[in-house]
């Protein structure tokens, strides 16, 4: 793992912690952050040896999203055109995109702990992960709506298909802010802990049993869940079909049943 | 304002509440109700001061669904020919599906305040808005079963990516009445209250919450949303970039940011 | 109904009971269960007297999913040519596909009782049925990712549609187990009941009540709703418009209305 | 039919004739001619007696596209505010895609008979027409490209689906002016004449062999054809089973088939 | 090959030569024909044996469309509800449409030769096959118009992929008769030869080329060009590549490759 | 513009001009070819004076196609695990298709200029180009086929939207080779040029031509009907009324109107 600025990664039990390291500053998203995230997960992609990543924010916040000196600063590039401003902040709001995008498309399970503030750039990140959990006491709020914008990173994209789409509404509209607990009657986050440490225990754990699965089948699993999001039942079934003519194939299948006809957990290669 | 038969509109505070008002026939949707309702919410639509809307009903109910009447004399004016009167009733359903299609299109958000019996096709009409709220002994039924048809203006098609497909199947299969707590416990409904006036107290509040809110932001926020009940993720970054590509040069931005900076309630243009 | 080897199938008061019939295997799905099992719904859909199915297992649960036996022969099968392999398995998921396929596309809803295990292949059935209710002790676990595979015969695609993005995935990734209650809050489930009795007792009465309304309107009805699963909201309002216009000319409307009028219960032909 | 300002609409032999009526000014299209547009083709879709439409223009040319002057009238009601005036443009854009979308949207077929000038906005016209005629000296333009702008009503959307996308990125890109003859062979018109007259025969006459087959099928024709330009294969062929399942009921085949016996013309009602 | 009544099934050269064979009714599509053409291509599908398929009609013609006697005995099985009716005529259309889909979904190419008429029907099964060829007199006409329907077993919903949008709809409409050159200059066929015997010369040999490929190859590509008829370029990229990871672990690409170096003509395992 | 191993890049005119630049190796596509026509195209997305691309080959010929070394090394570095090789593979074939994405990506209108052969991996290229152009000897091949695959970088994926679907599965399923005057009249070419000289002074002017419009309405007009390959024609109409919401009020349009009026030739800023 290489130094970044915006962000803390440690690798241990196959499991990659991927910690947001600007405490003093709330963990807002700057510019370093933006582009630092594309790196990390472009490796966490390409390293056997991850099968589960976590995604947290160091001090007692996990963000409270982006950086309003980024945002200003993209404004202060306008020129007097309005058609190549237009194009100009279209590729902008595309790039950022990109950005969670790779969390999205990470071909590893991403489960986000979350205690504190989770503000409107923080709710686009964790849209973008496989799983949410949060202490109680965390605070989520789709604050674009209060800066005179709307949500332009995933928020609005991927968020309906978790939460009811009534309640994603409401939240959308009035920015009001959530705790832990209305956040997992919705399906916001999976579970609840008392506090920051018993949620990185908690949520570490669920993903060190998941690093200690078959990658070939956690792959193709996590693959088949983001394709049924846009396609249908039909499509995704022919999808499977013709993903695991291959997988199949796999020694994994041979590891887990001859673990299983010996009572014995199974061990998997990378 | 125009004088409206079966509804009576009423504009405060940049909010418009729409209200069913045939009390005395359970706010049954008479050929009155469908006309009015495209004028009304094309109304809404091209006035700038409008920013949020309210539907409820007058007197006790909120409504017992279309008019009996009605669904009568469309078939008394079928012919011998059943191709042709398929033709007919094909075009008459589609007529009706456009009133509800205005409220589901309408660019403000629809907020539904849901009082007593909420049945047929009052379930067809709250399935169009963005949000609901009830009183914890609002009764609510897809009654069109129990008439022997396929509800046919939106309740079958809008309805699933509100509530869960299984309950969503139990309630279309068997007419079952529930009330505002279940409702509430399956997304049906995003809050109750504990009478009518409580209901519209509380759905006020939030309607004018909205409406304070800047209207190129909450109407670029429910586009998004919207278009997300049918499309994939990715064609929804695409087309938020797109969108804000000429929003973010707005200067409702500018004023969110100076007010925020300052501490001050921004105030909007319509 | 002919014999079967894998279930039990009786037809009474309108209701097809289709029963799992090994408890001794734990009701392990078989060679004889995934043909058995089509033969059946084509039956089903054939049989104008059939209104409403009830899916069970005999015995102490429901199903243990796909026998391990037959999973092997098809390992068994394969040659030196991985190409040739690829298709072969590819074509032989597919036709495992198609008899919960059959499940899904049955004309008429299809709901599952469901005690003890309902493990791996049987979350596929179960996530095929329209409507799914258990004991508050059944165990429930997508069991797959423990023989090192993603489940292929439906659940990735089905179920997401039934209970939230997030739970989903933890249930994939992780196979945890999870119990009655868990399963309801979660959507997954419409139901509980104390045991296995008061299951099937309250399921065939669901059953009943609506085999009892039009068999015109609920087969409108389950269309509408299949169909909304992957299709958009304008095209699903132009499918039920062009579905109603031979549909309400049919007598069933007339039927309940005078019933209707009249107070009384309407008797609908098959 | 009522007066139009800019079109002249004749009925004859259950064949619609509507013809662009300014040709003092190259038949642009004004203010009048996309409102008179709309109210024209819901007369055509209400009337039995029409079963099919040919537009064509007065004088030497089709028509020269949208009348430039309203397009600067459209510019001069700009305010200040950047987002304010995208709203009001992209509305601006609906409302004048709603005039063409009448025509696509037309229940019966709708032949363009075409001669001189076919620029700009014509080029969007008769993309949304059912089939193409014209002399072999007509001229055809995408003349958007040099007033600055990407066309917005309809042939960047419907033109790819009628002529090859290799000459339709030429076209468009370029601006390129094409004969009839070149225009027939990449599949813009079907067939081209001698000249005006000989074109407005032969189209008319097309048009009575339409007129004269059984309106039933025409429409169901029309429309499978409509629906196939946006979806799949398998979701079509669900559709005409569902559409026919009334419309094999209708007299018209019973009609067909005993005119079919007996070797004479059949006679269709309206 | 089992004993055919509307066919006569032979296979040469890993060709399968499926004829048409009721030259004495000009080939009408009877109930046998429905109900063998499935057969047919299942077992096509299941014999490796059979790498090409070449449909053609015994006589002097390729075949008169559906069998009138036929369509007229599902008429009479009608009722005297008319949402019953519906619910039977859309059933009988669909598994009529099955017959054509066994075409269409065929692992293998198939080619259509065709001489004297073909009509109707006969241009909803060419429809369904992969590539067309005819004689310079062949006739072609969607007749179905004539006879007061709109064709329901898939000429509207595939043909516009293979011929131009606009002449589909003339076609489509009209019923107009085109011949060997005209079909083949609107894509209809590939190409035009001089009588019948060139023409089974012609694309026998087209035939026993394609079988000379690499199965593997062949049935991807198939398979990718079918996929690509109703999804995206993103999603058939997607497909793709998921495909080939496994086909391209097969010896077939080995065995070209070093035919390749070696000059030689590669043999394939079936 | 950088040093380029595979290519050779100019720029002038307005117009880059992308040489493939191995042609002592027929232009095969080598490692460096991948990896730099991302490169270079990222470029070209960057650089606002360049407003059209052509692509051509060095020497004789265009490009006979993927490097055969090139994929032999792929095929060398699979591993013992079936499952893990198909993952490598399948990401293996992404990264390639992306480097062909990159083109048909890119903002600006990209013109293949192809003399000599044509095969194999350089059909997967012009078909991602917008435009193609070809000398009348010029050879085209879909030559995977004869190395025993599925063509996986773009071939079977856009080609058919170029092509007629019937010749497009004749030509992929038997190789066979066209030249120029075949290619044009299927639309795989636009035009074809008696030598190499010819055509690349023709597709400069053309490029030239493209390169003096204005920019911002090039750039919506290529993303419309790039768009509009894979969306319907309702999406496609709201998706062009976005865009120009902004692109509209920019100055290009008064340039062109002016310029229009005053009957002179616009200068639109890059």
Redesign the interface.
């Known amino acids: 793992m290489s130094d970044y600025k915006a962000f803390n990664v440690v690798l241990a039990d196959k499991v990659a912690h991927v910690v947001i390291n600007r405490p003093e500053k709330v963990n807002a998203m700057n510019a370093d952050f933006w582009r630092e995230i594309i790196d990390i997960f472009r490796w966490i992609d390409d390293t056997d040896e991850v099968r589960a990543v976590v995604i947290s924010g160091a001090g007692k916040h996990f963000s409270s999203g982006i950086d ?1 000196m980024m945002l ?1 600063s993209v ?1 202060s590039q ?1 020129g007097p ?7 100009k ?2 590729r902008k ?2 790039e950022l ?1 990109a950005s969670f ?1 790779a969390v ?1 498309n990470c071909r590893k ?1 991403v489960l986000a702990a979350i205690q504190g503030y989770c503000l409107g750039g923080a709710i686009d990140l964790i849209s973008a992960c ?3 959990y949060s202490t109680v006491d965390a605070q989520f709020s789709i604050k ?9 990173v ?1 928020t ?3 968020l ?11 939240l ?4 009001r802010t959530i705790e832990g607990e209305e956040a997992r009657s ?5 579970r609840t802990y008392a506090d920051a440490d018993a949620l990185l225990d908690g949520v570490m754990g ?1 993903a060190r ?2 690093a200690s ?2 990658p ?10 983001r394709y ?30 001859t673990a ?1 006809m010996s009572k014995q957990k ?1 061990e ?2 990378d």
């Open positions: 309003l200003a404004g306008l055109d309005v058609g190549r401003n237009a194009e902040l279209r709001i595309l995109q995008n999205d399970p496989d799983m949410r674009e709506i209060d800066i005179g914008m709307a949500a332009d995933g609005l994209q991927r309906p298909r978790i939460i009811g789409d009534g309640m994603m509404r409401e959308a509209f009035t920015g919705m399906g916001l986050v999976n669920i049993e998941i699965k078959s070939v089948a956690i792959r193709g699993t996590k693959e088949m869940i049924m999001r846009d396609h249908r039942v039909d499509d995704g079934l022919e999808y499977i079909a013709t993903w695991n003519a291959a997988m199949l194939q796999s020694a994994d299948l041979r590891v887990a049943m299983h199974p998997f290669a």
